[in-house]
Each structure stands twice: as structure tokens, then as C-alpha cells.
């Protein structure tokens, strides 16, 4: 298996290969859908913006336009407005590739070498594939929580908030980028920045609407949301609720069972993640915790569904690039990836994917082990003795310990 890895290395030596493969792929996905007409996605996404400028309602059917709703907040209108006025296909197409170049650049500043960086890149960009031809907001989503950790570790405070406070009113999942609060150099500038942010970014709406309207569309985004809650956890929903609870009631049919029984546990689990906080420089205990945020949203979320792991996958392969090359690990990955980003792929034989894959949200698994092996790894401090390559040194205003 040490060969595995020497292949991985020597691939992303190949600067022009990682590129070539990221960008590629992601065209790729985003061009064969765009040629099959399945772009609903980006006209949903597009009309948010011609909503909004004309004070519709954002969170109601529009059949003449696409089927399916907006589940977005109102800033999200200026996010999606440099691509609303290009043709359909070449601004879902624009879009694709905008969403890669976000993950891409945010992947580029972790503390990491280039070599591990471009490992990351490699295995990520088969999700990264599948995730543009959704022409979904979620390579935007992960960018913004990996951008939040980079910014906060550099002791940029506000932008590690704007990001914060652009991912919750977007998607909501950006929220998460709080649990990097406690590496901030100086906590008082990242909660200001908050609060500035998040009054800049719930006004900005306006300027091309009104106060009232913004107003009204934030009480009906919160039960949109609600509603879609709902829906997630019917039992016909075989591509929806692909998370944690998802697999937990689909293997041992149990059906009835509460998100919250899950959510619960899982919220006071990563809360315990913080009490190594004397290691909070440490620069494995925070990239650690960043694995565990990035899978956070996706593990434990009812609206997760197959692309949103392109949020979840880079997770994995930070943890991968971390650890020495052993056959355990490099067979971890092997199975991780085969289950996230290829369970759903014409890949795996149609029986598979109907009769394993799908229906038991086995997507889910792999990520699941690790965030529990990372929990376990941080409670017993087993993430200091183990060994790996340096990272790449911190721009921080605190000394940072190596890996």
C-alpha cells in the first residue's frame, strides 16, 4: 500500500495536472448536464436575483420558470447577480466553474505543503465533478467555512466574519464557521466583525428592493426551511436526508426516528472536541477541528443530499494528507472515497448503487467513522503522537506549534 502513496505523490508533483484535472472535471460535469437541459438548479438560483429586484416572493413555486424553490436567503440575490443577465447555459456553465475556482483558492490557503494541498485537490475533484453538474451553492459553502478557518489562523478577524456571516445567510451551514472562533488572535475585532457584517450583508438585499420586503422574505425563509425539514424525513425520499440520522434509521429501519436524537448527541460530542482547547495552537488540533466542522453540516443536516459532500470530501482527505502512510489509512481512504464520491456513480454496478448505495445512504458511512475517530483522536489526544510531514508554516500573530 506505501506504493498508493508514492503514486499520489508523484501525481501531484504535476502542477498542470491538478489544474488541468479540477478545472476539467468540473467543466465536464457542468457541460454534459448543461447539454441535457438539466440546469433547474442554476434557473432557480438566477431568478433569485430578478425575484428579489422586483419584491416576488422568493420562496413559492414558479412553474413557468423551473420547478422545485428557492431554499436560499436574500443576499444570495447579489451573490448569483454577476451571471444572472448571461444566456442560461453559459451563466449555469460560469457558475460551475466560479464554484471550483472558490474551493480551489480556498483549498491553496490551508496550512499545508503544496504537495499535501494538491493530494487534496486529486482526490476531491470525481465529488467536485458530480457536484458541478448540480450547479449547486455547496463548492461555494465549503470554500466559505475553509476560507473562515484560514482568515481566523492569519489573525484576519473580519474577513473570517464575512464569510461567516455570507455562508448562514446564504445556505445557513456557514454558521458553522464559528467554531473557529476560539484560534482567533483577537476574539473582541472577530465578534465586532460579526455584527458588522452581519448588518451590512442583511441590508445589502435592499438596495435593490426594499426594507419591508427583505424583512418579510427572512420570516418566510426560516419556514421554507421548516417546511423542507419536513419533506426531508418522508419515508420516499431516498435522495434526501443522505446524513448520519439518514443512515442510522435506513440500516436499522427505524424510520421513526428523531433528527434530534441524533443532532443532540452529535452537537454535545463536538462541543467536548473543545475541551483540549490548551491546544488551540497546535496546528493539528485546529486542522482537526476543522475536519470535524467541515463534516458537521453534512453528517448532521436533513437536507444533505449527494452533492452536498463536496463540502464533507475535503474534510477526509485534510485528514488523509495528515497522517502517516500506513496500510490502514491508505486503505481508509481507498473505501471513503469509493463510497462518497463514486456509491453514486455509474462506477459501481446499477445493482450496488440501487440496492446498497442509495437506499441506505451509505454515502454517509466513511464520513460518520471519521468524525468519530477525530473525536475520539482529540478526547484521548492520540492526534500528538502521531507523525507526518511538516505543514506549511502559519502568517499568524500567534506562535503556532507544527505538525
Known sequence: MREKRNVLTYLAEKEWLIISLWFGLAFLGAIVESSRGNINNFLIFKNVFFHVLHQQQLYIHYPAEYYDVNLYGPVFSFMIAPFAGFENHLGAMLWALSGAAALFYAIRQLPLTRIQQNIILLLCSQELMGASGWFQLNQFVGAFIILTFTATIKGKDLW?????????????????????????????????????????????????????????????????????????????????????????????HIPWLSNTAVLIP?????????????????????????????????????????????????????????????????IFIFFSILLVSFSHSDVVTPWVRTNLAVPYALKALPCLVLWLMIAYDIFTKKFLLQKAKPIAPIPSLQTVSHL
Open 160 to 252: 473570517a466574519a464575512f464569510f461567516i456571516v455570507l455562508g448562514t445567510l446564504t445556505k445557513f451551514y456557514g454558521i458553522v464557521g464559528l467554531a473557529f472562533f476560539f484560534f482567533s488572535p483577537n476574539p473582541r475585532r472577530f465578534i465586532a466583525g460579526l455584527f458588522l457584517w452581519g448588518g451590512v450583508l442583511f441590508a445589502l438585499p435592499m438596495i435593490i428592493s426594499s426594507p419591508q420586503y427583505i424583512i418579510n422574505c427572512y420570516y418566510e425563509w426560516f419556514a421554507a426551511i421548516v417546511h423542507k425539514n419536513e419533506l426531508n424525513v418522508g419515508v420516499n425520499t431516498l435522495f434526501q436526508d443522505i446524513s448520519a440520522g439518514g443512515l442510522i434509521k435506513r440500516i436499522f
Open 266 to 330: 452529535a452537537f454535545l460530542l463536538f462541543l467536548l472536541q473543545y475541551s483540549r482547547l490548551e491546544f488551540r495552537y497546535n496546528s493539528r488540533y485546529r486542522l482537526y477541528i476543522l475536519c470535524s466542522t467541515l463534516m458537521f453540516p453534512v453528517l448532521f443536516s436533513t437536507s444533505s443530499e449527494s452533492p452536498t459532500y463536496i463540502i464533507a470530501i475535503p474534510a477526509i482527505c485534510i485528514w488523509y494528507v495528515m497522517q502517516p502512510a500506513t496500510k490502514w489509512n491508505n
